[in-house]
């Protein structure tokens, strides 16, 4: 797949998402101003956005996107890769946001909150992609799937005081999602 390609996706999937982004951002900043110091709050509200805006991308919300990115020459994990771009973008967009806001009230270890933050909710997103192409029971499952590893990271870092470790988990369940959902991708619209 061309760059052209891959930036026309993600170009018009985030402006067919530009109010769940905006919102998502203004309440990761809105949180960021006054929620108290510590990883909890970036890392869940963060990972909940995630999980929203990968949603966002399910098929049928924006019928005409779907019907261009079926008509065009791509193969299942070439569109995974475009599509999970944007969640993921828009997702590390709230997260920057909510360091800002930290940033301005003065909040202590504003950096590391937001190395740790920023690859939980990417794996986390990334994750939740998979349950946009199902229904019923296996939705809930990568959803909840997509929660428990939220919870994974939040007690890596906390309990067993280990940002490598989470890092390590986060960048392992991340590429393990995309992989998956390029396969899935593949696997129901075959070109």
């Keep these: 797949m061309s760059a052209r390609v891959l930036l026309a996706i993600v170009r018009a999937r985030l402006y067919a998402q530009r109010r ?3 919102y998502s951002c203004a309440a990761a900043f809105v ?3 006054f929620e108290p110091a510590g990883i909890a709050a970036p890392l869940f509200l963060c990972s909940l956005l995630g999980i929203a805006i990968a949603l966002a991308q399910s098929p ?3 019928p005409h996107l779907d019907w261009c990115e079926q008509s065009a020459p791509l ?3 070439h569109l995974a890769r475009a599509k999970a771009l944007v969640p993921c973008l828009a997702a590390s967009l709230a997260v920057l946001v909510f360091a800002c806001g930290e940033a301005l009230r003065a909040a202590p270890n504003v950096t590391p909150t937001l190395a740790v933050a920023l690859v939980a909710v990417v794996a986390t997103t990334l994750t939740a992609l998979s349950a946009t192409i199902r229904r019923g029971w296996s939705r809930v499952l990568y959803i909840g799937l997509a929660a428990l590893i939220s919870g994974a990271a939040f007690a890596l870092v906390t309990t067993a005081h280990s940002v490598a470790a989470e890092i390590g988990f986060c960048v392992l369940v991340a590429f393990v999602a995309v992989r ?3 396969e899935a991708l593949g696997r129901y619209d075959p070109i």
């Design 20 to 22: 769940v982004i905006f």
């Design 60 to 62: 049928g919300l924006h």
């Design 75 to 77: 193969f299942g994990r």
């Design 31 to 33: 949180a960021g101003l």
């Design 180 to 182: 998956q959902f390029g």
